[in-house]
């Protein structure tokens, strides 16, 4: 694979899920038996990407515990013949070279992003947004960069979604290239219905040419008063091309306290362990 490094932007203060959030990262928060940050990593692993560059910000030391190693529980494992349990320790410390970047004012996605430019700032890199979590055959990151590899450019995540949720993302117009692949031409961030140009919405995996730090540079705070990632890849069009993928698989949105709390159910459901628990007290038994 081309790409090699892969950013996340994790600085959000997750007040959707106030107060477990005033002190622990949203993205430690469990999805059955991991933090949802967990499945963007291994998700980053599996499509190539050997370097990780968390951007983070106050309120998020939980994470770099959550990757670092912990000599007092590994060596109290160890003592007490708890192999499986040590050796899964050793495994999460060992599992990827992680940088951390601090992102130190909340100003939105797109200033997440240029603050990985000292790392990332030579070839083009990964964005995963740890709230949409995918299960699929082939990682969604590693889809995006199949594409990516075969026809250049900058490669974003796309899914059809229904009208009403259209103003919950950026949106995307286009025509298509090949089946489930799009050549943008336009895009919105947030759009009214009525001014959606499709309803093709980005979701969150990213290939990103490094030429977005210099747009985003020059980029003026737009919706919700942020810098918006969207607007600098709409002026990137000007540049580059910029293809969308309809990603093969399925997305858990967990940015959301309804959203979590409905991806938890449905993956434990479909664990052979957990699928009676989840069923006896739905069932009220």
């Known amino acids: 694979m081309s790409v090699k490094k892969c950013l996340f932007p994790v600085a959000g203060l997750g007040t959707r899920f106030l107060p477990v959030t005033k002190e622990i990262a949203k993205e430690m928060l469990p999805l059955v038996n991991r933090p949802i940050i967990s499945y963007g990593v291994e998700e980053a692993l599996s499509s190539g990407c050997g370097d990780i560059i968390m951007i983070t910000g106050r309120a998020k030391n939980s994470i770099e515990n959550y990757f670092d190693r912990s000599f007092e529980l590994e060596d109290l494992l160890f003592r007490r013949g708890k192999k499986e349990l040590y050796e899964m320790m050793l495994k999460i410390s060992n599992m990827a070279e992680i940088l951390y970047i601090r992102q130190r004012e909340p100003l ?55 009208p009403e949720k259209i103003s919950r993302y950026g949106v995307i117009a286009g025509v298509e290239e090949e089946p489930g692949i ?43 008063g942020e810098i918006q990632l969207t607007d600098a890849l709409r002026n990137l069009l000007k540049y580059e091309p910029v293809h969308g993928v309809v990603y093969r698989g399925r997305r858990f949105d967990c940015g959301t306290q309804k959203g979590w709390l409905s991806a938890n159910i449905q993956l434990a459901l479909e664990d052979p362990v957990l699928r009676d628990v989840v069923l006896e007290v739905v069932n009220g038994k």
């Open 182 to 224: 799009m050549k943008i031409s336009d895009m919105v961030e947030k759009p009214k219905l009525e001014d959606a140009p499709s309803n093709y919405a980005i979701m969150g995996r990213y290939v990103l040419s490094p030429t977005i730090f210099s747009l985003l540079k020059q980029q003026h705070a737009g919706t919700g």
């Open 108 to 162: 939105g996605l797109g200033h997440a992003v240029l603050c990985g430019e000292p790392v990332c700032k030579d070839d083009y890199f990964g964005v995963i947004l740890p709230d949409d979590v995918f299960i699929s055959d082939v990682p969604v990151l590693s889809q995006l960069i199949q594409v990516h590899d075969r026809l250049g450019g900058s490669v974003v995540a796309l899914e059809v979604v229904e």
